[in-house]
């Protein structure tokens, strides 16, 4: 199991943080870092930063938004930072909510996910490949263009650049079981949000039929500290945040992947205390267990017994979200990639 190290996205502003940090995993013998972006930064660029500041690690965007960028668009992006970059990119998508997608993005949250998400690797996978020019005979991305209010002169093109790989991984950020299942078909790698290595049965069905070389890289927050509740609040405010505020009552894919987990009864009350507007009780009502399950914090030995457990499954790549050098170095150390500090 590969270490990464995520940092998420920025809050109200850049974190001074982030290139020290970087740095350190790539010279900890981390295997990859990644950014996100919700309604604020923007992946790919903050990527691009880290990209110049470093020369060996991994960047992935863990994830960019679909809705945020045509196909094609995210694949200009990809093969550029990928020529920059030396061969190092790969390139994560999520789909996101309707809450997101139609309240952010101003656009229609797609009826099929399924499907739009097909096209759109599709697309990318075309581009990449660059055998001829683009063309898919779309529900959601066709291309050329040929909507009704279209003028009906598009052409089909292919990249003026030539890629520099045609086989840049592809990543997936699925929930659903029948999200997860195709990502297993059309992608190089899974993101996945939540993972309990005590709860893998969760996703078995979803992962039948696993590839050789195919990628499982969940992010778990990780915090070496004495004290495990304080180490486990902002687990919990995150969980919070998307059972609570990142979708609706009636449809809230974080909150139904908490339920499918074990904690159905939970992530409801969590959901209705946020509606409420009772953010901070929101938080304190995410159960520890579950917070617990999907992180890496408290003492040194304590993170040691537990990331035992992540190493038996199937996971190949433990993307860590970790909020200083020592906690990097420790687990560095722990999964055998450097000698313990004296």
Same mark, same amino acid.
């Given at each position: 199991m590969r270490l990464g190290l995520?940092?998420?996205?920025?809050?109200?502003?850049?974190?001074?943080?982030?290139?020290?940090?970087?740095?350190?995993? /790539? #010279?900890?013998g981390y295997g990859s870092v990644w950014t996100a972006e919700a309604w604020g930064s923007d992946a790919f660029t903050a990527l691009t930063w880290i990209a110049a500041h470093t020369s060996t690690i991994e960047l992935g965007t863990a994830v960019a938004q679909m809705a945020a960028r045509t196909p094609t668009a995210t694949a200009m992006h990809a093969l550029t930072l990928d020529h920059l970059s030396g061969g190092r990119m790969a390139l994560g998508l999520g789909l996101s909510?309707?809450?997101?997608?139609?309240?952010?993005?101003?656009?229609?949250?797609?009826?099929?996910?399924?499907?739009?998400?097909?096209? !759109?690797?599709?697309?990318?996978?075309?581009v990449l490949r660059r055998e001829g020019p683009v063309a898919l005979d779309g529900r959601f991305h066709p291309h050329p263009y040929d909507g009704p209010d279209g003028t009906g002169l598009g052409k089909p093109l292919k990249p003026i650049t030539h890629p520099l790989r045609a086989d840049l991984p592809v990543f997936l950020g699925a929930e659903g079981p029948?999200?997860?299942?195709?990502?297993?078909?059309? #992608? =190089?790698?899974?993101?996945?949000? !939540?993972?309990?290595?005590?709860?893998?049965?969760?996703?078995?069905?979803s992962l039948d039929g696993l590839r050789d070389?195919?990628?499982?890289?969940?992010?778990?927050?990780?915090?070496?500290?004495?004290?495990?509740? /304080?180490?486990?609040?902002?687990?919990? #405010?995150?969980?919070?945040? !998307?059972?609570?505020?990142?979708?609706?009552?009636?449809?809230?894919?974080?909150? =139904?992947l908490m339920a499918r987990m074990g904690f159905e009864a939970e992530a409801r009350h969590v959901q209705e205390l946020f509606a409420e507007g009772r953010r901070e009780e929101a938080v304190l009502a995410v159960p520890d267990a579950f917070a617990d399950e999907i992180s890496l914090v408290g003492p040194r030995e304590r993170i040691a017994e537990r990331l035992e457990l992540w190493r038996k499954g199937p996971v190949t790549d433990?993307?860590?979200?970790?909020?200083d050098q020592h906690t990097l170095r420790v687990l560095a150390e722990l999964n055998g990639q450097v000698p313990r500090a004296t």
């Open positions: 995520a940092l998420g996205y920025w809050g109200r502003g850049p974190s001074a943080e982030h290139i020290a940090l970087a740095r350190e995993a /790539e #010279a900890l909510g309707p809450q997101v997608v139609e309240g952010w993005y101003g656009r229609p949250f797609p009826r099929s996910p399924l499907t739009a998400t097909r096209e !759109y690797v599709d697309v990318i996978r075309q029948k999200n997860i299942a195709q990502t297993v078909r059309i #992608a =190089d790698g899974w993101l996945p949000l !939540y993972w309990s290595p005590m709860r893998t049965d969760v996703y078995e069905a070389g195919f990628r499982i890289a969940p992010m778990a927050r990780a915090k070496v500290c004495d004290d495990v509740a /304080e180490g486990l609040l902002p687990v919990k #405010a995150m969980l919070g945040f !998307y059972i609570g505020g990142m979708g609706h009552a009636a449809k809230n894919f974080h909150a =139904d433990l993307l860590v979200l970790a909020p």
